[in-house]
C-alpha cells in the first residue's frame, strides 16, 4: 500500500509540474539542505543527475548565506555509515563537498550504532527512542548490549578511521553526538557532555574544527539549542522542512529529509514538500506544515 500510494504521488506530482513550480516560487534563491543516511552509489548519482543542471552545490556553511540568483543543495549524510565510504566516487564526480555528520564515539571504533544491533531491534526501537536516556541505557545492558563495544551479535556500522581520512580532501565531518541519544530525554548534564565531548572527538578524529552538529531524530528544544551554543557550534542543523536563506537561523536550519531509497522521480517529488502533506495531516498539523515550508524568503519580506 504504501509503494502504491508513494507512486501515485509521485506520478500526480510531476504531471502538474509541481517541482519546477516550487523550485521557480519557493526554492530559488534559497538553499535546500539534502538530509541521507545510507543510499548507495547508484540512487546517490542518479538524484546528483536530476539535480546537476537545476541548482548549485554549495557547503552546508553556505546553508544561510545570501544567494546568487539560483537554488542552492547542500547535501548531508547522518551517523557516518560505512558504507558512506562507497559514495566517495559521486561526490568527485559532481564537484559536490557533503557534511557528514558522525557519532563521534562509534565511527572510528569497532563499535555498532545502537538501533542496528538485533537486541535494540528486538526490543523496538522506536519505543526505546521515546524513553527516558538512562532507563534505554539500562533496559539495553539488561539485555546485553553496551553501546560503547561490540559483541559477537553485531556487525561494525561506522566509518573506520582509515575511510574517514581517505574521504577527508573531499568531505566535511561534524557532529551528530557521542552516542546519538534523544536528546530532549536526556538530563542535560548529559545532553551537553553529548554535544560537547563529540566536538572534541570530532577535531580529534578528522584534524579540523568541528562547528556544525545535527540533532539526533530531528528532536530539540529551546534547552538543546541553548546548549550547543555553549557548547561552541556555529550550526543546528533540523529535520524540520523547508529551505534556508541569510535570515534563517543557524540553530534550527531546516532540511529535505530524502529516503534512501529513492527513485529519481520520488526525489524530484520529495524535493516539493508537499509528500510530506498526509504525515502531517495525520498529525493534525498542516497549518504547521504550510508555516514551515512556504514561509516566505527573508529576501522578499524585506524587499
Known amino acids: 500500500m504504501k509503494s502504491l500510494m508513494r507512486e501515485i504521488l509521485t506520478r500526480a506530482l510531476l504531471f502538474t509540474g509541481a517541482p519546477a513550480v516550487v523550485r521557480a516560487l519557493f526554492w530559488r534563491d534559497r538553499v535546500a539542505i539534502l538530509l541521507y543516511h545510507d543510499p548507495t552509489p547508484a540512487t546517490l548519482d542518479a538524484h546528483f543527475q536530476y539535480l546537476k543542471d537545476k541548482v548549485e552545490f554549495v557547503p552546508l556553511s553556505q546553508a544561510n548565506s545570501r544567494g546568487n540568483g539560483r537554488p542552492r543543495v547542500a547535501v548531508t549524510f547522518d551517523d557516518g555509515h560505512v558504507r ?30 545502537w538501533w542496528l544491533h538485533p537486541i535494540a531491534k528486538n526490543a523496538g526501537v522506536k519505543r526505546l527512542i521515546r524513553m527516558k536516556n538512562d532507563e534505554r541505557l539500562a533496559e539495553l545492558d539488561a539485555r546485553g548490549f553496551r553501546q560503547d563495544r561490540l559483541d559477537e551479535a553485531a556487525t561494525i556500522s561506522g566509518l573506520s578511521a582509515a575511510q574517514i581520512e581517505a574521504m577527508r580532501p573531499y568531505v566535511d565531518f561534524q557532529s551528530h553526538t ?126
Open 84 to 113: 558512506n565510504a562507497n559514495l566517495l566516487p559521486v561526490f568527485i564526480k559532481y564537484g559536490v563537498r557533503p557534511t557528514i555528520y558522525i557519532c563521534s564515539s562509534v565511527v572510528a571504533h569497532e563499535r555498532t550504532h
Open 178 to 303: 557521542r552516542f546519538h541519544p534523544t536528546l530532549t530525554r536526556c538530563e542535560e548534564d548529559e545532553c551537553f557532555e553529548e554535544m560537547a565531548v563529540s566536538k572534541v572527538e570530532v577535531e580529534r578524529i578528522v584534524g579540523k574544527p568541528c562547528e556544525h552538529f545535527a540533532y539526533p531524530y530531528g528532536i530539540y528544544g529551546s534547552r538543546e539549542v541553548a546548549l550547543l551554543k555553549a557548547a561552541g557550534y556555529k550550526t543546528g542543523r533540523t529535520t524540520d522542512v523547508g529551505w534556508n536563506d541569510e535570515g534563517s537561523d543557524p540553530f534550527r536550519l531546516k532540511a529535505f529529509d530524502i529516503e534512501d531509497d529513492s527513485s529519481a522521480q520520488w526525489f524530484a517529488a520529495q524535493l516539493t514538500g508537499l509528500t510530506l502533506v498526509l504525515r502531517y495531516l495525520r498529525l493534525g498539523r498542516i497549518r504547521r506544515f504550510g508555516a514551515r515550508l512556504f514561509a516566505r524568503p527573508q529576501s522578499l519580506n524585506r524587499a
